[in-house]
């Protein structure tokens, strides 16, 4: 079995997110591509593949969420993701059982709780129109007064596909969130549970090569061990420097591990330096948690294909700031390199008039 090195898994991976070169597709397949975009937060999306596809205009992807064609709903890992509608019907149903798991934490908080009579209720109230989750919350509390409020939430949220109405997560527009179910947004019910096959295949398309626990990591989901067995006659398989077995599709691109790679700037969550249980193809071991702190996360930027500090804005007097925390000291071609790109990446995503760029003092 052939070995392969962390800088041509940093080189492969990124080929695949379309961090080495902006490539031009339409926003809605490139969120199919990539499995759909971290979105916790409402503008990250919008960074993200901004970082990725060439002249980029955040107003497709509100668009697609506008016209139903994206949505954003809890799938992998328990967290928001932007995914488009196709995904959503069926990414949803292939993480259930992981979210039935969940629920296992607040069973003090459930106890005489009837889950499947909660899930009837919740839908029902959430289909008649959307609701806030403190609505629904309130909504349940009348059924079980005694029960935990913040485990009524978790319930409902983890029995019934619930995506994010908009104007949610448009572009240049607020609003509070609102819920309804998948099937009521998009008119058309989820898909049968489906064999994970497939989306292992896709998951080593946009992020192999890689482990079964990398999978793991990625879905939140177990027992994938039996189903890259199954896959492994149309697969290739490689030894990473600590001996761990990694899969990947024949055809996958791997570069040369000397492939420039150009400065990057990711908004906070970035798929890319979360899908894999070792995350040291992108995260060097010693900037580990260096991009966030506690619950909060920070913009990164990647000098070189790896994570080397984090980035935020602020408005001060009319002036957009960037600014610009590096892990140590960048070389002088990497910090001109980072002042073009966030040049670029204010003048197109800020729309601020007036906006400047600084270099704090190495993040410890």
């Known amino acids: 079995m052939a070995s392969i090195s962390i800088r041509a898994l940093n080189r492969a991976t990124l080929d695949r997110q379309f961090l080495l070169r902006r490539v031009a ?16 937060n409402t503008r990250p999306p919008y960074f993200q593949l901004w970082s990725r596809l060439e002249n980029f205009d955040p107003g497709e992807l509100s668009d697609l969420l506008e016209t139903r064609e994206a949505v954003r709903i809890v799938t992998m890992r328990s967290t928001i993701h932007l995914h488009t509608a196709d995904d959503a019907l069926t990414l949803r149903p292939l993480v259930q059982a992981a979210r039935e798991r969940e629920l ?18 919740s839908r ?3 289909e008649e129109r959307p609701r806030t989750m403190k609505e629904l919350r309130e909504c349940l509390l009348k059924e079980w007064p005694d029960a935990d409020p913040l485990a009524l939430s978790v319930a409902a949220r983890c029995r019934l596909p619930l995506v994010q109405v908009t104007p949610r ?19 058309r019910r989820p898909e049968p549970v489906p064999a994970p096959d497939a989306t292992v295949l896709r998951y080593l398309r946009a992020f192999g090569p890689a482990s079964v626990k990398d999978m793991q990591m990625w879905a939140g989901l177990t027992r994938l061990t ?34 420039p790679a150009p400065p990057r700037f990711l908004p906070e969550f970035d798929n890319v330096l979360l899908a894999h249980a070792d995350r040291t193809r992108v995260i060097p071991a010693e900037y580990r948690g260096r991009n966030g702190k506690g619950n909060q996360a920070f ?16 408005e001060y007097r009319g002036t957009l700031t960037l600014q610009i925390d590096p892990f140590t000291g960048p070389s002088r071609a990497d910090r001109r390199g980072l002042e073009l790109e966030g040049e670029r990446m204010l003048a197109a995503m800020s729309g601020a008039t007036a906006y400047d760029i600084r270099f704090g003092a190495f993040a410890e």
Do not use: H, Y
């Open 104 to 121: 296992r934490a607040f069973r003090n908080g459930l106890a005489g709780v009837d889950l499947d009579r909660l899930a009837e209720i």
């Open 299 to 314: 913009g990164s930027f990647l000098l070189d294909g790896f994570l080397a500090g984090i980035w935020r804005t602020k």
């Open 169 to 187: 997560g448009l572009w240049g527009r607020s609003g509070q969130v609102a819920l309804t179910t998948v099937e009521q947004w998009l008119g």
């Open 226 to 259: 039996e189903v890259f067995e199954r896959l492994r006659p149309g697969l290739v398989t490689f030894r990473d420097a600590t001996g761990a077995e990694l899969f990947d599709l024949p055809d996958a691109p791997r570069p040369d591990e000397d492939t």
């Open 124 to 126: 029902g109230l959430v």
């Open 25 to 40: 597709l339409p926003a809605a397949d490139a969120v199919a591509r990539l499995l759909g975009l971290q979105a916790q």
